[in-house]
């Protein structure tokens, strides 16, 4: 039980069921890797981002933390932008949330939650930053439109690094996008945020 015996059955049996369909699946996956979507998600163990929209290994780089936040110092998330941007030439950044979300969950409490707080900091600001939108609300409905408005705050923030406004300045296709996923029924929400250019930033900005 110590290695996790279970875990490696598991894994044989499905490598093993992928190439008895293809049999050259894996040697060619491992040949390149060239996605066109960057996915950058919650850490929720039950939002897979392959799955959620049923597409195979190698077909979406993915970085995911708690609450999809996109922070200025975050290096981890900064640098996995700019390989998926520079490097990868992806052609959509998709922030991705999900209703019923922990992290926005705890960042409503008034308690502690210990070295997280720091980070629910974020996800403050956010309520802050709108709270006449979200006064007034029931419990449930303030929970949902902090999983939204909290999606789009991180659009906004991705749509503001160096590395994507350096894309634009250069023509490079590139979109971003802010949608959510319902855990209850397994559909994904747009949020109707897709920008593609400055221009198109500074006119959502006067919006929302």
Known sequence: MKILKHLFDRNLAWATAIKEEDPDFFSLLSKQQAPEYLWIGCSDSRVPANQIVNL??????VHRNIANVVVHTDLNCLSVIQYAVEV???KHIIVCSHYGCGGIKAAMENQGHGIIDNWLCHIRDVSRFNAEKLSGLTHDKKFDLLCELNVIEQVKNVCNTTIVQNAWDIEATLSVHGWVYSIQNGILKDLDICITS?????EKCKKI
């Open 88 to 90: 990868l030439k992806v």
């Open 56 to 61: 195979p290994p190698g077909e979406i780089f």
């Open 198 to 202: 400055r221009e198109q930033l500074a």
